[in-house]
């Protein structure tokens, strides 16, 4: 029988009822189930029988089981199950993996239910900050900041799983309260090895989306952001993209590494290479893998 009380405080979805004894642990469950305060502390652990309450609080933090509050007094509220699944995916990834896949596309599916539920319903205005950016301009970005920078595994490549494409990828600037820094769960790395993570990611393929926070490394098929672009038909507006491609087709060579390149079938072949402009977010990814400068990109 599964523990309902559990299920319902921690706004567990049926597509997770399989994978209960694998994402929580019986400690975790329990504390869950019978805790009434909607904040609570250290003491109010150490009165539930707990024997290490402190101890308990800092690694059910780390899980995501429980938020902080107010660190300054040491409170702490129950969390939920939105993000126990983004921290469990990026930090427990082996387990995650050993979900059967129809399990694991059943809480990506459940997930981006709920991020694209979260968005503003407007359609008319971006719902977040996140811009689409060449390469250059990101590390430009990078250059211009004067805060700690931290390295995570890309949650969206994480859940959804099956690209292939390199997931330890997404930085990030956010280290406050509930944060992957803070909660002990990021890489602190340099500029220099920002710089190299995003140059990495470029060369593999991957598309780069800024915002005052951080830096994703995006996939077309994985990457919350552009499902929801395609959900939301909001190409150009968001994420905002500032450019769209320039082909150059006397320069061609015809080697289709832009059609291989590109995430959303901008590029085909059909005698000779052709292009399909309304496609186009703008990223740049294609510029950087022609051989002959054939592409360049132009404001939209």
């Not at 950016?133 to 595994?153: A, C, H, S, T």
């Amino acid at each position: 029988m599964k523990n309902l009380a559990f299920i319902k405080k921690f706004q567990i979805p049926e597509a997770a009822y399989s994978n209960l004894d694998k994402l929580f642990t019986p400690e975790e469950i329990d504390f869950v189930s019978r805790m009434e305060q909607k904040a609570f502390s250290e003491e109010d652990v150490k009165a539930m029988g707990f024997p290490d309450p402190k101890g308990f609080l800092e690694n059910s933090y780390k899980r995501g089981i429980v938020s902080l509050t107010d660190e300054e007094k040491g409170t702490y509220r129950i969390s939920d199950f939105y993000n126990r699944l983004d921290i469990f995916s990026i930090s427990e990834t082996e387990t995650y993996r050993s979900f059967s896949k129809e399990d694991r596309e059943a809480l990506d599916e459940w997930y981006f239910d709920a991020y694209c539920s979260g968005l503003d319903p407007d359609l008319d205005r971006p719902p977040t900050a996140d811009e689409i950016m060449p390469l250059d301009e990101v590390l430009d970005f990078i250059d211009k900041q004067d805060r700690p920078v931290y390295l995570n595994y890309c949650d969206c490549r994480s859940l959804r799983g099956d690209c292939g494409l390199p997931t330890k990828t997404c930085i990030t600037y956010k280290n406050g309260l509930n944060s992957f820094a803070h909660r002990g769960l990021s890489e602190q790395i340099d500029k220099e090895k920002a710089k190299e993570i995003v140059r990495k990611a470029d060369q593999a393929g991957l598309m780069h989306t800024v915002n005052p926070n951080g830096i994703c490394n995006c996939c077309g098929d994985c990457c919350y952001l552009f499902r929801g672009q395609k959900k939301r038909n909001s190409l150009g507006i968001w994420p905002k993209a500032s450019y769209m491609i320039n082909f150059d087709r006397s320069k061609c060579i015809q080697c289709g590494k832009c059609v291989k390149r590109c995430s959303f079938e901008v590029f085909y072949k059909e005698g000779e290479i052709r292009n399909d402009v309304s496609k186009c977010v703008g990223c740049g990814v294609c510029v950087q893998g022609c051989p002959v400068k054939a592409l360049s990109l132009k404001g939209r």
